[in-house]
């Protein structure tokens, strides 16, 4: 049985930094993408980042490009989300997400086949 489980948020103020993490357990395969997304209140869920087993860099949405690094151990099957220059925008229900095939839009959400239980990040100003 898969299991993507998060931790690691938490309050801030503007400006501070966080960083999530993500444990997958219950995974065979070594190929694989692991990404984060965020929901916040009345908003759709939206993907953040994204990288691929074996990956040294990731994919960003435009709003956290230079503010968030997306990483891996593979050996740990975990991935982080170091967040920096938190902003109050940033302020949402943060999900890790698994999938196991290709797909061609990175932040295609019917495309993930695992999801965690999502952590809440909230960012004061």
């Known amino acids: 049985q898969v299991q993507l489980v998060e931790s690691g948020g938490g309050s801030v103020q503007a400006g501070g930094s966080l960083k999530l993490s993500c444990a997958a357990s219950?995974?065979?395969?070594?190929?694989?993408?692991m990404a984060w997304f965020r929901q916040a209140p009345g908003k759709e869920r939206e993907g953040v980042a994204m990288?691929?087993?074996?990956?040294?860099?990731?994919v960003y949405t435009d709003s956290v490009k230079g503010r968030f690094t997306i990483s891996q151990d593979n050996a740990k099957n975990t991935v982080y989300l170091q967040m920096d220059s938190l902003k109050p925008e940033d302020t949402a229900i943060y999900y890790c997400?698994?999938?196991?095939?290709?797909?061609?839009?990175?932040?295609?959400?019917?495309?993930?086949?695992?999801w965690g239980q999502g952590t809440q990040v909230t960012v004061s100003s």
């Open positions: 219950g995974i065979t395969s070594s190929s694989k993408y």
């Open positions: 990288i691929r087993t074996g990956g040294s860099s990731g």
């Open positions: 997400a698994l999938r196991l095939r290709y797909d061609y839009i990175w932040d295609n959400r019917a495309a993930y086949d695992y």
